[in-house]
């Protein structure tokens, strides 16, 4: 099956600095990605839908100078989180879409935890 | 909007009790509909899915019945393990592989 990996798996890094998530589809080709946050015990949210060779269209709420994010290639994503605060600390997850006939699926990546000091 | 609501639990069985995590959704036409377990400390790994009305996905004992009457897809498993220990997420989309809604997850705890 189609397979999503991101990287780092876990980072920390104090306030102020600025960290890159990558977010590759390993085995397809995916014109569109998306990036998720996910607070302790809490559910998945949808933060910005990333398309190849545009700019991302972000989520209402979703601050698009601070999270940063390029989808230069048909396999790599990367969320930017700028100038990184506490308030940042969270599991961001990926995931990538592939065409199956006349249908498309997601496929979701293992995560980032990101834990900012 | 689209949405899906799940029992939140938290769900303590003991080992080899029988299971049901409720789910219902809204949407507009007809999504596809899954569940997703995410262990500790772990991503989002998907369960089983199900893309049209009364399909059945299954996976390591688990089944879910896609059903367009009462707009749900409620989570079964005959026999719990404590090794199914994780929160199970429901989740439904478009058939264009976006708009993913997620519920908000319910933690399930087996004792041995």
């Known amino acids: 099956g189609a397979v999503v990996s991101q990287h780092p798996s876990r980072v920390i890094c104090k306030s102020g600095t600025s960290v890159k998530i990558e977010c590759r589809s390993l085995d397809f080709q995916a014109t569109t990605m998306f990036w998720y946050r996910q607070f302790p015990k809490q559910s998945l949210m949808l933060m910005a839908t990333?398309?190849?060779?545009?700019?991302?269209?972000?989520e209402q709420g979703v601050e698009k100078d601070k999270f940063l994010i390029n989808h230069a290639s048909l396999t790599l994503s990367t969320l930017t989180v700028t100038s990184a605060h506490p308030e940042d600390s969270s599991f961001y997850i990926c995931s990538a879409r592939d065409r199956l006939g006349a249908r498309y699926e997601q496929y979701f990546g293992p995560g980032t935890r990101l834990t900012v000091t | 909007g689209d949405s899906v609501t799940q029992m939140e639990g938290p769900v303590t069985l003991s080992e080899e009790a029988f299971l049901t995590i409720n789910c219902t959704y809204t949407a507009t036409g007809y999504p596809s509909l899954f569940w997703y377990v995410q262990y500790p400390g772990e991503g989002l790994q998907l369960l089983l899915k199900?893309?049209?009305?009364?399909d059945k996905g299954s996976n390591k004992g688990f089944e879910a019945t896609y059903r367009k009457e009462t707009t749900s897809f409620h989570l079964e498993k005959g026999s719990v393990q404590v090794s199914d220990s994780a929160v199970y997420f429901c989740?439904?989309?478009?058939?264009?592989?976006?708009?993913?809604?997620f519920g908000p997850g319910t933690r399930l705890s087996v004792l041995p």
């Open positions: 989740a439904s989309s478009d058939n264009y592989g976006q708009n993913f809604v």
């Open positions: 199900a893309t049209k009305a009364d």
């Open positions: 990333s398309n190849e060779g545009s700019k991302a269209t972000y």
